[in-house]
């Protein structure tokens, strides 16, 4: 589906709605200024002494303003440094848990890996050496039972002469 003349028609509309919201505009601001031309004259008779009474106060209250005014900017200052530092400790407090987390990792990855070599070594040094000894003196067994002529024992609750079947 072709969306162009939507969004052109679309737009038609909204500039036609902004010209008439401006049009509306310049008629309402041409009666808010003759009306503010009276208002004016008015003002100029009743603001102006107003206006001088406000500014003798300004001019008496200054040297305070300006010790008001240096006062924050110092305070300012000093709580810029303080955070300033208080960034610094807290990074500092990060890289060093950093740290720690990954020499953690690493010594538990060292004692993993040491626990495996050590079961690789008991495994070659005892359970390999175990399993062929227990061979060797199965084997001894069943040769000497075989010489001496003892009955074998049957295996699995099978008879003799059903185990011969199966050699």
């Given at each position: 589906m072709d969306y162009l003349p939507i969004f052109i028609g679309v737009t038609a509309a909204a500039v036609l709605i902004q010209a008439g919201i401006l049009v509306a505009m310049y008629l309402a601001v041409r009666q808010t200024g003759a009306r503010m031309e009276l208002l004016a004259g008015e003002v100029r008779g009743k603001i102006l002494p107003t206006a001088e009474i406000i500014h003798e106060m300004l001019v008496e209250f200054r040297p305070s303003l300006q010790t008001l005014v240096k006062d924050v900017g110092e305070t300012s200052t000093m709580v810029r440094a303080q955070l300033e530092r208080f960034d610094a400790t807290v990074s500092d407090v990060i890289d060093r848990a950093r740290l720690q987390v990954?020499?953690?990792?690493?010594?538990?990855?060292?004692?993993?890996?040491?626990?495996?070599?050590?079961?690789d070594m008991v495994h070659k040094t005892v359970v390999s050496p175990v399993r062929q000894f227990s061979g060797l003196v199965h084997g001894v067994t069943t040769g000497l039972e075989f010489l001496f002529g003892g009955r074998r024992r049957p295996r699995n609750g099978m008879s003799v002469a059903e185990d011969e079947m199966f050699i």
């Open positions: 990954i020499r953690t990792d690493e010594l538990v990855t060292r004692t993993l890996d040491r626990v495996e070599q050590t079961t």
